[in-house]
C-alpha cells in the first residue's frame, strides 16, 4: 500500500523512470513497452532492443548515438546466442546503479537463483507484467532496492558487490558462459538440453566445459564442477 502511494505522489510531481527492454521477440517488445507505458504515465521507455548485442554496447562497451540514461532494464532471459542471464551478469560486473529485472514466459524456477547470483533485483513471468506488482517492481528496482528479497535477490549495489567480492583468483579466468554451463549440468541438464536452452550445439556446450576444465587444471567434468562448487562460483 505504501509503494503504491509513492507512486501516486511521484506522478503527481513530475517523477519519471527510464526503461530499457531488451526482448528478441519483436512483438513481445512492443507489447512490454506499450503495457508499462499504459500502466504507469510515470514509467518512459529510454529504448528498446532485439539484439543482446545493442544492449551490451549501450550498457557495457559505451553509449550508443541515441543513448538515454535508463534506471531500469526489463530483460528477457530467453535470447538468441546467449543467455539472458549472461548478460545480466555482464551490465552489473560494470554498472552499480542500474536496477535489471527478468522477465520469462517459461518456468521462473530454471532461472530464479542463477538470475540473482548475476545480479537482477527481481524475475517476473510476462503474464505478469500486467499487475500492479510488476509495475510497482519497476520502481523499487529504480530506487535501487531489491524488488524480491525473499529469493535471494539482492539491490543494486549489494549485487555489484557481491559479483565483485569473489576472488579473480577464484574465477581462473572462467567465462560467464563457461560457469553457466557448468552449473546447468551439476542441476542435471543433460548436453542436448543445455544446448536447447543456449541456443547453441552439444559440439559447443562440450567445448565450453573442455575449456573450463583445462582453465581449472582438471580433465573431466565432474571435476570441474565439484572445484567449482567449493569455490561458490555455481550452485546445483
Avoid at 517459461?106 to 548475476?118: F, G, H, K
Avoid at 554451463?181 to 538440453?193: D, F, K, P, S, V
Avoid at 582453465?215 to 570441474?224: D, F, S, T, W
Avoid at 567449493?230 to 546445483?236: A, D, K, M, V
Wanted: glycine letters at 8%; charged letters at 20%; one cysteine or more.
Amino acid at each position: 500500500m505504501g509503494t503504491m502511494l509513492e507512486n501516486m505522489s511521484e506522478k503527481q510531481s513530475g517523477f519519471h523512470i527510464d526503461v530499457g527492454i531488451l526482448d528478441n521477440d519483436a512483438c513481445a517488445l512492443e507489447m512490454i513497452s506499450l503495457l508499462l507505458r499504459q500502466r504507469d504515465a510515470a514509467i518512459r521507455i529510454g529504448w528498446s532492443d532485439t539484439n543482446a548485442q545493442y544492449t551490451l554496447e549501450r550498457m557495457v562497451f559505451g553509449p550508443l548515438s541515441d543513448a538515454v540514461t535508463v534506471k531500469v532494464i526489463v530483460l528477457d532471459l530467453a535470447l538468441n546466442g546467449i543467455s539472458g542471464i549472461d548478460v545480466c551478469r555482464q551490465i552489473r560486473l560494470r554498472d552499480s546503479r542500474v536496477g535489471i529485472l527478468g522477465v520469462s514466459s517459461y518456468a521462473l524456477d530454471q532461472y530464479r537463483q542463477r538470475l540473482a547470483l548475476a545480479g537482477a533485483q527481481g524475475l517476473f513471468s510476462k503474464q505478469e507484467i500486467l499487475s500492479p506488482d510488476f509495475v510497482n517492481a519497476v520502481h523499487i528496482a529504480a530506487s535501487g532496492k531489491s524488488a524480491d528479497v525473499d529469493h535471494g535477490f539482492l539491490s543494486v549495489e549489494e549485487a555489484y558487490a557481491r559479483l565483485h567480492a569473489v576472488p579473480k583468483v577464484a574465477h581462473a579466468g572462467i567465462s560467464a558462459r563457461e560457469l553457466e554451463i557448468l552449473g546447468m549440468y551439476a542441476r542435471g541438464l543433460t548436453t542436448g538440453e543445455i544446448g536447447g536452452r543456449l541456443n547453441i550445439s552439444c559440439a559447443t556446450v562440450l567445448s565450453h566445459v573442455n575449456h573450463a576444465a583445462q582453465k581449472l587444471g582438471v580433465r573431466k567434468r565432474v571435476e570441474a564442477i565439484r572445484i567449482c562448487r567449493q569455490r561458490h562460483l555455481i550452485q546445483g
